[in-house]
């Protein structure tokens, strides 16, 4: 796939979109991943997609995987507008109405499996990556406000942007919305925009309720080689010098040499996300991390025990 999408950007073009984006993010993904073998993962995330698309979203034009979830797309003219908003909406409440049980009867799934889901949906236009006659990408605001959208989509539940306009969905679409007002970092800090949530399933934090102008970001970081990594008992224990605001604020990323023509380049790095668990020690935040699942992703990576490797919390500090 990495290679198809490579020779696609060789006739890439910007453009742009009239769409509705929603993206659905699996709950408790993070735990779930931690606990399961790797084998039992995939093969749930893998059976998740296929769901969510052929049983949802088949009229979707667009799928692309988030990691723990789908961002999918549908374009829409002013002709058919109403439509596609009412199909996109109806088969988000679908989904999140049956997500829990989706599994139930399948005998491969003979373990414990994430059972919520939270949905971000916006409607506008979109930056889009054009090869040929397919699109290949989507980026810009429309994106990243879906993105935060689902963020604040807790526990569970369908949070929409309040600019999608309500007024297109059919009544009984519109009886399980409720219209508030938030706040969202990196697209409304200081003015709130409007949204439709879901209040028997959606609970809004008090975080996105307040103006966001003052964020104090803290990172605790620590090295060691590959080697050193392997010896460190599992699980090991972040004591986080100060409180974050919420759980959601904060952010376990690891750092490990590229690989170049064989060698470890001591000027390149990459970077990915890891789950972790948080909690209070005696009162204290502290952040617990899963030594053998990191190892056997860096393994796969190629990492080899003489590269450096980064693990570092960033939080938005109280």
Excluded at 89 to 100: L, T, V
Excluded at 209 to 232: A, D, M
Excluded at 238 to 246: D, K, N, R
Aim: glycine share 6%.
């Amino acid at each position: 796939m990495h290679r198809l999408f490579r020779e696609a950007l060789n006739e890439a073009t910007g453009g742009s979109q009239r769409i509705v984006v929603a993206i659905i993010d699996i709950r408790d993904f993070s735990s779930f991943s931690q606990r399961c073998d790797s084998v039992d993962v995939a093969a749930f995330i893998r059976k998740v997609y296929m769901k969510i698309i052929d049983s949802y979203f088949s009229f979707a034009s667009f799928y692309k995987s988030t990691g723990d979830g789908l961002l999918l797309t549908v374009p829409w003219e002013e002709e058919n507008l109403k439509e596609m908003s009412q199909k996109v909406i109806e088969s988000c409440i679908k989904c999140h109405s049956e997500f829990g049980t989706l599994f139930d009867d399948d005998p491969s799934i003979n373990f414990e499996v994430p059972r919520g889901i939270g949905i971000g949906v916006a409607r506008g236009s979109a930056c889009c990556l054009v090869s040929g006659e397919t699109v290949i990408d989507y980026s810009g605001r429309l994106l990243n406000l879906a993105s935060r959208l689902t963020d604040i989509a807790r526990p569970s539940g369908i949070v929409i942007d309040g600019a999608f306009v309500i007024d297109l969905l059919t009544e009984e679409q519109r009886k399980i919305f409720e219209e508030d007002k938030v706040y969202l970092r990196g697209i409304a800090e200081s003015e709130p925009i409007k949204i439709y949530y879901t209040p028997e399933f959606t609970v809004i934090s008090k975080y996105n309720k307040q103006p966001i102008v003052s964020e104090k970001w803290r990172e605790v970081s620590r090295s060691w080689s590959y080697g050193g990594l392997l010896k460190l008992k599992a699980p090991f224990v972040y004591s986080l010098p100060s409180t974050p605001i919420t759980e959601d604020d904060v952010e376990v990323a690891v750092l490990h040499q590229e690989i170049i023509n064989g060698e470890a380049s001591p000027d390149y790095q990459r970077r990915f996300l890891f789950p972790f668990e948080y909690s209070l020690h005696h009162g204290k935040p502290v952040v617990r991390l899963n030594f053998p699942n990191l190892c056997k992703q860096l393994q796969r990576r190629g990492v080899r025990e003489d590269m450096k490797i980064t693990i570092s919390v960033a939080y938005v500090e109280k």
